[in-house]
Structures are given as C-alpha cells and as structure tokens.
C-alpha cells in the first residue's frame, strides 16, 4: 500500500474511451463504431480503421471523479482531470487535460490525441486528478483503478476476451449447469469477467463454433456470437444494478470496473434524454419501487441488442444465406 504525505481522494476514479477517430493526410477523419471499442475489456482497437494510413487518431475520453474533488473549502486548490497515455516501447508520454461538463460536477471530459509513429503496439491510458496541496502545485491526488489499452494494430478491442467463453457438456458438467441441459449457452455475470458456458451437448453447437468463412455455419457462427454478447450485455446490467452501492442520502453510486462501465454505456439507450447520474437514480427507482421496472426491460434489450449489433449481424446473416441459395440454383 502506497503512503503518501498528503491528504488524497477516497473513492473511486473512472475513465471511459467514448469514441474514436483517425485522420491520414489529405483525407476525412475517420469515426471508429462502436465495435472499436470494448468497455468490458477497456481497449480500443484503432487496427479496425478503414484508413490504412492513418497518422493521427483522436480519442474522446470521459472520466468520473469523487464529488469530494470540488467541494469548496477542502484541503485541495487548483483540481485538474488530466488524461494520460504513456508507452514504455516508444518511450512515449501524451497528456490531456478534460474539463468539468458541469461547474463543480463528477463528470468531465476531452480529447486526447497521437501520433501514429508514437506508439509501437500498445499504449496505457489512464486518468490522474491533480491538484495543488498544501502550497505545493502538481500533486497527484487520485487516479483511475482501471487503465484503458490503445491497440494501434488490432482490429478487435480486447486484451484477452470481450467475455469468456466455456465448452462445457451441461449434462456432465456442474450440477448447476445440470438444470439448463436443453439450453444453447448460459451466461454467469457473478465473476470478474463474464463467462459464457457453451453446451456441447446441444445439436450441431460444436460444429457451429468450430466453422469459419461465409458459409451458411459462418454465417450462423457469427449471429450466434452477436446474440452471446446481447445476453451478456443483458446479464452484467441487471447483475450491476442489482448490486449497487447507495449512499446515505439513497443516492445509487456506479460499481467499480467493467460493471460501472456497461453500465455508462447502456444506461444513455435504457433512459435516453437524462444524464448518466439520473439516469442511474431513475433505474434504481424503478427497480426497488412498486412500478416501472417491468416497462424498463425492452430498454435494455433494445440497448444490449444495440451495442452487440445484433441487427446487423442477423441482416449480414440473412442477406448470406439468400446469396448462398441463389448460388446453388444456378
């Protein structure tokens, strides 16, 4: 455990990658979807870029800090929320400052850019809250628990898995899993990751994992993997928001890691028109209150389906298979 001769902040700091974008000369920027990005691993894939030849890239970075940070009269002066991303290949060190979205506010917000040439392979991206204490400008009073990685190669954002994934015969396997033996795959949000259990017992599941290609079992491969990531995007936002920690004037608080972050970025679909704070609040409502949760879930599947991009998946998938049939006929 780290001491530090100075008073620092308690609670959590939160860093969210909101988009991406890269510019090559003479050229457009280039917006990066959302498959660029995964909130539950924390990368950003800039390798999934159209343009080859990118020389910059543009992060939009947002970060949530402890309300103590700005409350007047404590013991810090000067707070600045600076974005940081180093690479020790490149020996490479860029910062950005964000600024508050609201005078005195959790949430701030800003750009962050580089260089293409400044990083080798993979950059760290972290948030520092700094401040002068006690005379001394500079000092670093809290930062974020959970970096972000920058792959500049990569075209998939992860650092192992989006979720995991298990091959398990569930008439064999544990008992629990024992009582889902006519099920596809379950998915189990308790852990630090999430865990998708495949049942190899089902008809044709093996084969459909192990194929490759534009064949219709491709095709089929690739909306199943779509739909997987639906139900864990279902899964981890009621296991989080069902686990909240509340405050003692009963204000919801967001969960550490990859539970608060699934849940920024699904909550804006679920209750759109709010903030990420009211919005919390209202879910929270709805869920220990008498009415409302009930009405809430086509939100959440509507918004699960939306960050799995499970509609166009099925629509790649279906103009596949027609493509295929007019193949055999002719």
């Not at 650092?159 to 569930?170: L, N, P």
């Not at 909550?267 to 709010?274: A, F, T, Y």
């Not at 279906?318 to 295929?324: A, D, H, I, S, T």
């Amino acid at each position: 455990m780290k001491m530090f001769p100075y008073p620092r902040l308690r609670g959590a700091v939160s860093l969210r990658v909101d988009s991406a974008k890269v510019k090559a000369p003479e050229q457009p920027r280039e917006q990066l979807d959302s498959r660029a990005r995964s909130v539950v691993e924390r990368v950003v894939a800039l390798g999934q870029a159209e343009t080859d030849d990118w020389e910059t890239a543009t992060l939009t970075i947002s970060a949530t800090i402890p309300t103590k940070a700005t409350v007047p009269g404590g013991p810090w002066a000067d707070v600045a929320v600076v974005a940081l991303l180093t690479d020790r290949a490149t020996n490479t060190r860029i910062t950005s400052r964000l600024a508050p979205e609201a005078e005195g506010g959790r949430e701030w917000r800003g750009e962050l850019q580089l260089l293409r040439s400044d990083v080798f392979d993979r950059a760290t991206l972290t948030v520092q809250v700094v401040a002068t204490v006690d005379g001394v400008p500079g000092r670093i009073i809290g930062e974020a628990a959970d970096d972000w990685i920058v792959d500049v190669q990569s075209d998939t954002p992860t650092r192992e898995q989006s979720f995991d994934i298990k091959e398990v015969a569930f008439a064999r396997g544990p008992r629990w899993l024992q009582n889902f033996t006519d099920a596809p795959w379950i998915v189990n949000a308790s852990g630090t990751l999430p865990t998708v259990h495949i049942n190899t017992d089902f008809e044709g599941m093996t084969d459909i994992l192990a194929a490759e290609g534009r064949g219709s079992e491709g095709l089929i491969n690739e909306l199943m993997v779509s739909q997987m990531a639906a139900d864990v995007w279902i899964a981890v936002f009621h296991s989080a928001i069902g686990d909240l920690e509340i405050e003692d004037d009963g204000t919801p608080l967001f969960p550490h890691g990859w539970q608060g972050e699934v849940l920024r970025e699904l909550l804006p679909d679920v209750m759109p028109d709010r903030t990420l704070e009211d919005a919390l609040r209202e879910v929270h409502r709805r869920r220990v209150g008498a009415t409302g949760w009930t009405e809430l879930q086509p939100r959440v599947q509507y918004a699960a389906m939306r960050r799995a991009e499970v509609p166009k998946a099925l629509s790649e998938t279906v103009r596949g298979l027609e493509k295929l049939k007019r193949e055999d006929e002719a």
